[in-house]
């Protein structure tokens, strides 16, 4: 958002109801998804005199879907006025970044073990953040393998 | 009596006490140290403590936490960059004073008051909690179950902008405990086939990856947004100048009584915690401020009321924990994650079931108090100088020990997916305004609550009239129907507090 958009309080509304729109479809589809689709194939009816095992999740998944109704509702309302801290957010592309070091960590430790993914890690996450040093990129990931390495061996 | 002297024992053993210390030095490292908050700090925290003892484990948490606290102010007086945002009202007259050349004394001023207001509200939690957990014996489940809707609600109304927003995020908590074995029927429920979610999320998994795993995703952020726009990092002032006299001190012990007493009832109150608790307290001493107070530009006072306050919020914070079960704050509801580690359910029954353990607890965190102001004293300018570790050491390091912590819960890798998992979903849940902290206590109180609404509708034959044989529950779900009417409205009101993206909660 430009800063003639931003001064002008008018022209923020096209860009505030697609945002709160696809934030309704994402948490009201996954409420609806999960009271039609998930809850009854992953839960199993009870002949106890009890309560069904999926009354507490579909009470929950129902309420969700609903507040999320009236999440949108209100903010449409209060024309994004709850919401604006929204143009305020950092670029989401160093997050990405970070995560897909924690992903491709993960996959490592899948394949050969937590002690290698750790250490990737560090390594990956130090090169996102800038670091360049190469004493630094080898003594942070270093000093964090030799830990996990003596936490192993010590059978914790 | 006897139990009593045993439950010392206990925490005056060696372990015990080296916990506490462990724990002491952890918790100003982290306080200390900008970017890592301390439920985060915590939540790694936990798996170090599988292999101690319940009052060990339970000391070493209480030690990190209230060393943080305090520690939060070092940075703030320092720098200008609060460790914690708990701390961020201490900058107000903090900074001004280190860079007058009274750093030392602004110090030494947080961390007395810091010692006063925490030792107050532990004997406050000392006095309180074993009654109110007698009271709380003789309510039911339909009582319970309101008490609990009431405090999410009201967590949910001060955790973040919006009301909804945090009462999805509660309610999703809840859902996602829902996850493992049904308890009436035993029946897998909501596992997707996986024998590992049949014992539910893994409860460490879940709260390293939503508060360690996220706020570093956040760090990293924020630190590359700041790298590419300035390029610049706060100076640090060094520590110098004169000492703290006698007629210094006389002048701040009202400020600190009260703001301890404000902290005290800021903790007490699910959902307020220390954000809300130092900034009302500064606000307070600076309404009552004398001729010749220079708040804002450098006054001992203001110090003193917010440190004192921040302080006292924590123990205070345990009395509804210890009493009913219910964690007010998010570093409660870590604590409820180690009592479990450990076989222990927090609730009223705690004082019935498990006696020695609470004096044992009781006694370490008034050791912890002590070992605070001494670890503090000492180190006082050691920690001020560990404040300048680079964002860069520190995320990759939390975030490996993320990944280490929550593989150590169960000793499986599917812990380490679940953190991650979770962990990115905390970003998005924090990104776009759901709160992770009212999450994370619908989360841990999912268990009770379902229990508690299925002895409700069990007791009461499925008739929601009986409702009205139950004054108290009326009275508590009317008082979160009334605080769904007051906040649902957007509000400045609660981000003010904060100051920043931090819920006050936290």
Redesign the interface.
């Known amino acids: 958002m430009n800063k003639k958009q931003l001064i002008d309080g008018r022209t923020s509304r096209p860009s505030f109801f697609p945002a709160a729109f696809a934030e309704l479809m994402i948490v009201g589809g996954a409420s609806l998804a999960a009271i039609f689709i998930i809850i009854p194939a992953q839960t199993s009816p009870s002949d106890e005199i009890g309560l069904a095992p999926s009354f507490v999740p579909t009470v929950c998944a129902a309420a969700v879907g609903f507040l999320a109704v009236a999440q949108f509702i209100g903010a449409s309302i209060a024309h994004g006025t709850d919401n604006g801290d929204g143009e305020q957010r950092a670029p989401i592309r160093y997050a990405l970044m970070l995560m897909g070091a924690a992903c491709a960590a993960v996959l490592v430790t899948w394949l050969i073990g937590l002690l290698v993914g750790c250490t990737l890690l560090a390594l990956l996450v130090s090169l996102i953040l800038g670091e360049r040093r190469i004493w630094m990129l080898a003594l942070v990931p270093g000093c964090l393998a030799l830990t996990i390495y003596i936490v192993q061996w010590m059978g914790f | 009596m006897d139990v009593f002297l045993l439950g010392a024992q206990d925490a005056f053993s060696l372990t015990a006490i080296g916990a506490v210390i462990c724990g002491i030095v952890l918790g100003y490292l982290v306080g200390v140290l900008p970017g890592l908050s301390r439920p985060a700090a915590l939540a790694i925290a936990v798996p170090i403590t599988?292999?101690l003892s319940p009052v060990s484990a339970i000391a070493f948490l209480v030690g990190v936490t209230k060393a943080s606290t305090a520690g939060g102010a070092t940075g703030a007086i320092m720098l200008n960059t609060p460790g914690e945002p708990s701390s961020a009202a201490t900058c107000f007259d903090g900074y001004p004073l280190a860079r007058a050349g009274h750093a030392t004394k602004a110090l030494k001023v947080a961390l007395y008051a810091s010692v006063f207001g925490d030792i107050v509200a532990t004997l406050v939690l000392i006095a309180l909690a074993k009654p109110l957990a007698t009271f709380a014996l003789k309510m039911g489940p339909m009582e319970m179950t309101s008490v609990m809707i009431f405090a999410l609600t009201f967590i949910a109304a001060l955790s973040g902008?919006?009301l909804?927003?945090g009462?999805?995020a509660g309610?999703?908590g809840?859902?996602l405990s829902?996850v493992g074995l049904?308890p009436?029927?035993a029946?897998?429920?909501?596992?997707?086939g996986m024998i590992e979610l049949w014992d539910g999320v893994p409860l460490v998994a879940a709260t390293v990856g939503m508060l360690a795993?996220t706020e570093?995703?956040?760090q990293?952020?924020?630190?590359?947004?700041r790298?590419k726009t300035t390029g610049k990092m706060p100076e640090l002032v060094k520590p110098r100048g004169s000492d703290l006299s006698w007629r210094e001190i006389a002048r701040i012990i009202p400020t600190t009584i009260r703001s301890t007493g404000i902290g005290v009832a800021a903790g007490v109150i699910p959902g307020l915690g220390p954000t809300i608790g130092a900034f009302l307290s500064y606000a307070v001493a600076k309404k009552s401020a004398k001729p010749g107070d220079r708040f804002g530009k450098g006054e001992i006072k203001g110090v003193a009321a917010t440190e004192a306050a921040d302080n006292a919020v924590l123990p205070a914070s345990l009395i509804p924990l210890f009493a009913i079960g219910l964690p007010g704050s998010v570093s409660a509801a870590i604590l409820v994650s180690a009592f479990m580690i450990h076989g222990v359910i927090p609730g009223p029954l705690i004082f019935e079931q498990h006696p020695r353990l609470m004096y044992g607890i009781y006694v370490s965190m008034i050791i912890a108090s002590i070992c605070m102001l001494l670890v503090g004293r000492v180190g006082l300018h050691v920690f001020a100088k560990i404040g300048n570790v680079p964002?860069?050491?520190i995320?990759?390091?939390v975030?490996?020990l993320c990944?280490?912590g929550s593989?150590?819960e169960k000793h499986i890798?599917f812990s380490?997916?679940m953190m991650?998992m979770l962990?990115?979903l905390g970003?998005f849940m924090q990104?776009?305004?759901y709160s992770v902290v009212t999450f994370l206590i619908g989360f841990v109180v999912g268990p009770i609550f379902?229990l508690s609404?299925?002895q409700s509708?069990?007791v009461s034959n499925r008739q929601p009239g009986l409702i009205l044989d139950h004054p108290i529950a009326i009275a508590f779900l009317a008082m979160a129907a009334i605080a769904i009417l007051v906040f649902?409205?957007?509000?400045q009101g609660a981000v003010l507090a904060s100051g920043d993206?931090k819920s006050p909660a936290e």
């Open positions: 599988y292999y902008k919006s909804l927003k009462l999805i309610i999703f809840i859902f829902t049904d009436e029927s029946t897998p429920r909501l596992t997707f795993f570093m995703l956040v990293g952020e924020s630190y590359l947004t790298l964002l860069t050491i995320i990759p390091v975030m490996v990944m280490m593989f150590l890798l380490v997916y991650v962990g990115i970003y990104r776009y305004g379902e609404l299925r509708i069990i649902v409205r957007p509000r993206d």
